[in-house]
């Protein structure tokens, strides 16, 4: 079995998704009045990482854990519908020309996932009508069905993506060799070592010199 792995933001997403999670929360009609808590308290861990004193990939889990905080105690139906506000924003951007290899891979009977450092709940629903067979994301954590803020998330980036690949596709017979990998940034390295056919969409610069010199297709 051929699988086609494809991340979100800047690849099936053209954008970036915490951009539009900060703006959604700002403007919320019922939870605005807690961005300003949440802008005070992702400063530090955003200024100590542009000053390169705080590594990216904790500033990025830190935010969303400081994210949840604003949404605290939402029942998990509140936080469905929260995220489905979300996701009919995100759904007039999508990259078109990566939505096209992904019907052609479910058309070629492929087993196609979706991997992303995003909410879970916001993946599921942005994505209901593109038929993914996986699809692996930050889980939020519930406590009686009411989110957690307290308890710790598992961001998904890096060479997390690759434990969770793995996890899902444990029991089957994959052909590696003859898969396929779409993602923007070179975070996704592990990813796209996975597979025979990497396809690097809209790269960054440190990934877009990697495709070259490895002969990558560039969309």
Excluded at 175 to 190: E, G, H, K, R, V
């Amino acid at each position: 079995m051929r699988v086609a792995i494809f991340d979100f933001d800047g690849t099936l997403y053209a954008n970036e998704t915490f951009p539009i999670l900060m703006d959604h929360l700002k403007n919320h009609p019922v939870y605005h009045s807690k961005y300003k808590r949440f802008l005070r308290t992702i400063l530090p861990p955003y200024i100590g990482s542009k000053l390169k004193i705080y590594p990216k990939h904790k500033m990025r889990e830190r935010s969303m854990q400081i994210y949840l905080a604003a949404l605290d105690q939402l029942s998990k139906q509140e936080l469905d519908t929260y995220f489905e506000e979300i996701a009919e924003k995100m759904k007039t951007n999508f990259n078109q020309q990566v939505i096209e290899r992904l019907e052609q891979h479910i058309s070629d009977n492929d087993h196609v996932m979706l991997v992303s450092g995003a909410y879970t709940p916001l993946l599921q629903s942005v994505t209901k009508e593109l038929l993914f067979h996986t699809i692996i994301g930050t889980d939020i954590p519930l406590k009686e069905q009411h989110v957690d803020s307290k308890s710790p998330i598992y961001h998904i980036q890096a060479s997390r993506k690759n434990e969770k690949i793995q996890t899902a596709l444990a029991n089957k017979d994959i052909d590696w060799s003859n898969s396929f990998a779409y993602a923007d940034s070179f975070s996704d390295l592990p990813v796209f070592e996975l597979v025979g056919n990497p396809v690097a969409v809209k790269p960054e610069p440190r990934l877009e010199s990697t495709a070259k010199n490895r002969g990558w297709e560039i969309i």
